[in-house]
């Protein structure tokens, strides 16, 4: 028996969470920040072959008060990190961060003082995608799954916010990479 035979015509039943969750996955506004060679896979998912503007990504913008997701895309310099949190703070809330590119994601084969060892340590990321530079397709397939966790897994008010302060905690006493054990040097 499916929900139309226990269910009056016409009525639905959902939580506010769980529409405004529905609402959010399909309208993130994406701030532009691309840094190396990602960058260009980046552009590549919004051209006409792969269209983002399917998924309710029509625009890039330019605007950090006009974004809600991060997509960080190449290699993040010491001199680029502060740059990239001042951009994170003024981005519109829910907020989210998404690691394009092994070197966002912990800096690559960039293993020295000028390259941040992963971008987790300046904002909270929410997605990792490996690769470099990634492939257009699995973009949309990262940002499919970050749908997936905004619409079921993004709680509101109070709940968020203690959310968003664990997740900072947890990114600022995270060990670097080049002190996890088991790296070569």
Known sequence: MGIEEKLPSGVLLSTVEGLAGYMRKAS???ATFGLACCAIEMMTSGGPKYDLARFGMEVFRA???QADLMIVAGRV???MAPV????YDQMAEPKWVL???VCASSGGMFN??????????VVPVDMYLPGCPPRPEMLID??????DKVQHDTPFGKNREAQIRDLEAEALVA???GDQRGLLR
């Not at 990239?84 to 951009?87: A, F, T």
């Not at 020295?112 to 340590?121: E, P, T």
């Not at 990262?142 to 749908?147: N, T």
Request: hydrophobic fraction near 45%.
């Open 112 to 121: 020295n003082y000028a390259i941040v060892q992963g971008v987790d340590h």
């Open 142 to 147: 990262a940002i499919l799954k970050l749908h």
């Open 175 to 177: 060990l670097p990479t």
């Open 28 to 30: 993130f506004w994406p």
């Open 99 to 101: 690691a394009m590119g």
């Open 77 to 79: 310099s010491q001199k």
């Open 63 to 65: 605007s950090p008060r």
């Open 84 to 87: 990239l949190r001042q951009i």
